[in-house]
């Protein structure tokens, strides 16, 4: 079931440094990186069916071919490595035991829309995660992987490590473009059609830490290679976790296509202590919730997920055991995304505190019915209308779990 | 009253200029200095900063609290998060907040009268296969445990 590709290095001792790293295959993709033209790396990725492991899976190469070209302003590559959804802990496992696949993947994404700076955008308490990733950079950058070349090869390239400073916002990619800019992290409106993120009015692209380091296989070993794994739509391997009530929490690699409850059991070891699970949350905590009855027959892939009523997301997924009281879960939801919101849209911020202290209410016995349909209403207001799609994950959460757990909600309300 | 940037903090600061098409970009990573250098963020920190960026102390002030990371007003030298959300919540965070209340005798979003220690709760930290998760200045303590906890406690000065 495990598919090692981003991870083939991961328990290799000593992997994130440069040394080892190049031992085992670290920047070996460059050699055909550099016979190709740009254009043709950017059909290599399209061909790949690369899809964004960031959460939304949007195809990599159409989000690239938005890149005017040419350009008569510079472009930049933007790394997201805010990785801040709860639930989502993959990031990190490349960042500290392989940063050198996250520079690789950037030397051969940036060459694909003809960047020459590259950011990446991490977030504040990933200190550790920063240094570590900062000296792989500094290494690159002394033994002349970056730079003004790329190991001899005519193309300069610099990269830039940008540390945030807590908001979960700040992951959504307009928000995370504004706080690169030394502004409030403040999700931009959407344009009317497909654009490129624009940084100081330069087309740039955003792409999470993961989807760039998927993209050294696709040079190196084709496109072909990489459409071995997972399905025709949601191609390759991904990073899954599990956490929550688990035996085994953990990420691991699998290709997309795979059974969920396969993987909860065989990989996962099934739930924590031999319980009955109860729920799961798929993708990260914005991802609409499923009960264990519903989970038989999915599969890990975009398209699976959505015919049974939820998403991906980011692969990390949240179990719940029998134990668990979906009335907590949700207020503990409610706080989070409270505690979160940027405040620019009236409903998100006014709806989403409204939502919480309505479940703190109902919650200490002194509910009434009226106030659960108040939240269900709630629910109607932050779905389409505010500037980011993060007050309408609230809405999702109140559909998700009370019309799923119903009896619970109302056993607390008079 | 004047403050300024350390010697090692002013010449970073000019590297970094170099790397950014415009300045303003600069803002997170020097609020991120002047943290580091003082362990807070001051007024008259933020009017330096406003200079050098050319934006009003107000401009700079209205990003900086933006963000959660930065501290406006002292706070103790060791500083406990404890994330409480989902994945941590249920594994045992509750217990572990009770414990670090009670050995110090303070509740969360409080600090010690001698200020050695401050206690936050947190959004997740993205250590939710390792929970719970604590994390102290910049290190996570995962998988944690009171009794883990308390051995690290013990250590701090
Ligand atoms: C509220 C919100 C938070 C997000 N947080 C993250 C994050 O922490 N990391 C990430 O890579 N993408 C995050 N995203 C998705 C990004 O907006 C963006 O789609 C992604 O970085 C694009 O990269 P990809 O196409 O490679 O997945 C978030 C989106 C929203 C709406
Ligand atoms: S929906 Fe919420 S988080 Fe998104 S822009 Fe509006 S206020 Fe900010
Ligand atoms: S929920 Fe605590 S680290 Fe993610």
Known sequence: MIKKIESKNFEIENAHSLHVAKQHGRYSSLERLFSMSSEEVLDEVDKSGLRGKGGGGAPTGGKWRLIPNPSDKPTYLIVNADESEPGTFKDRQILEYDPHLLLEGIICSSYAIKAHHAYIYIRGEYAFWAKRLQEAIDEAYSEGIIGKTILGHDYELDITLHRGAGAYICGEKSALVESLEGKRGHPRLKPQQKEPEWFFGCPSVVNNVETISSVPYIIKEGFVAYRAYGTEKSPGTMLFGMSGHIQNPGVYEIQFGESMSEFIDKIGGGVKDGKKLKAIIPGGSSTHVLRADEIEDITLDYESLRAHGSSLGTGGMILMDETVFMPDVVKNLFEFYHHESCGQCTPCREGVGWSDKLMGKILDGNGTKKDLDTLIDLSFILNGKTICVFAPSVAYIIDSYISKFKDEFYSLVK | ?157
């Not at chain 2, 941590?88 to 600090?111: D, M, Q, T, Y």
């Not at chain 2, 604590?134 to 013990?154: A, F, G, H, R």
Request: with cysteine; hydrophobic share 35%.
């Open chain 2, 1 to 157: 009253m004047s403050w300024k940037f350390s010697e090692k903090n002013e010449k970073k600061f000019q590297e970094l200029l170099k790397r950014y098409p415009k300045k303003d970009s600069l803002a997170l990573p020097a609020l991120w200095m002047i943290q580091e250098q003082d362990g807070w963020i001051c007024k008259n920190a933020m009017v330096f900063l406003a200079k050098k960026l050319d934006k009003s102390p107000m401009d700079i002030y209205s990003i900086a609290s933006f963000y959660t990371m930065f501290h406006f007003e002292p706070i103790g030298k060791y500083h406990i998060q404890l994330c409480k959300t989902l994945s941590c919540r249920l594994r045992g965070s509750e217990n572990i907040k009770k414990h670090i209340e009670n050995r110090l005798g303070i509740k969360a979003g409080e600090s010690t009268e001698d200020m050695k220690f401050t206690i936050s709760e947190v959004e997740c930290l993205g250590s939710c296969g390792t929970a719970p998760c604590v994390c102290i200045n910049d290190d996570y303590i995962q998988n944690s445990t009171p009794e883990m906890l308390d051995k690290i406690l013990d250590k701090l000065k």
